[in-house]
């Protein structure tokens, strides 16, 4: 189990929870202030997805859920983990910023799972051909032929905004601001055999290549 506080701009991304032998998915919610009922117009429900098969014969998620759950106090909420199908997110939440009355959407979540080789109740189950979200992530990437690419990414931080190299008054405190500067680097672009490949890296770059 674990504890999550979500406070302005927190969210979690569509999945199915598949990892090793998770079985069943619960989350506890104790969403703060416990005294104040929880806004739905705050952010932070729990959205559940229909699914659809692919091309692939995969169940993937609708763009849309089918049911969206707001967090409440002392609500318990559990589902069944399977592979392909228990599609799920959190919404962000738009409230709980620095200072404003602590609005957070707290929640202790966590996994039932199911028992392994050599434990009591173990019971071997057949083979299934629905992948997780986790695996049609890691066969799309692979299998993609632009995967790789030549980037270097230069990411700025700015701790405090800067002013014409200056330093600045923050909460009566004169700080001056902070730049960091990280660098990725990543292999270089796989194209497929016998392609033009000026004609390839102008269509990758106008989007007529996902």
Same mark, same amino acid.
């Given at each position: ?14 999945? !199915? !929870?598949?990892?090793?032998? @998770? ?7 104790? $969403?703060?202030?416990?005294? #104040? ?12 997805? $229909?699914? #659809?098969?692919?091309? !692939? ?6 763009? +849309?859920?089918?049911?969206? *759950?707001? $967090?409440?106090?002392? #609500? ?5 983990? &399977? ?10 939440? +738009? ?5 404003? !009355? ?5 929640? *202790? ?24 979200? =986790?695996? &049609?992530?890691? =066969? ?11 980037? =270097? ?22 700080? =001056? ?24 890296? @102008?269509?990758?770059?106008?989007? *007529? *290549? $996902?």
């Amino acid at each position: 189990m674990s504890v999550n506080s979500y406070t302005r701009g927190c969210h979690l991304l569509n999945h !199915d !929870d598949v990892i090793g032998t @998770r079985r069943v998915s619960y989350i506890l919610y104790m $969403p703060l202030p416990n005294y #104040q009922l929880w806004q739905k117009d705050w952010g932070g429900a729990l959205e559940l997805y $229909p699914v #659809q098969l692919n091309k !692939d014969g995969q169940f993937e998620p609708e763009a +849309v859920p089918s049911k969206s *759950i707001p $967090p409440s106090w002392n #609500q318990f909420i559990f589902f069944e983990v &399977q592979p392909g199908k228990s599609f799920h997110s959190v919404e962000e939440v +738009v409230v709980g910023g620095e200072g404003e !009355d602590g609005r957070t959407r707290l929640s *202790i979540s966590g996994w039932f799972h199911a028992a392994q080789e050599g434990e009591e109740g173990y019971v071997p189950e057949p083979p299934t051909e629905s992948k997780s979200s =986790r695996e &049609q992530l890691v =066969r799309t990437l692979s299998s993609d032929p632009f995967s790789g690419s030549n980037i =270097r990414l230069g990411i700025h931080i700015h701790r405090l905004p800067r002013l014409h190299g200056r330093t600045r008054h923050y909460r009566g405190r004169r700080a =001056r601001s902070c730049r960091y500067r990280f660098s990725l680097r990543v292999s270089q672009p796989r194209l497929p055999e016998k392609t033009d490949y000026a004609g390839s890296r @102008r269509a990758f770059r106008q989007g *007529i *290549i $996902p």
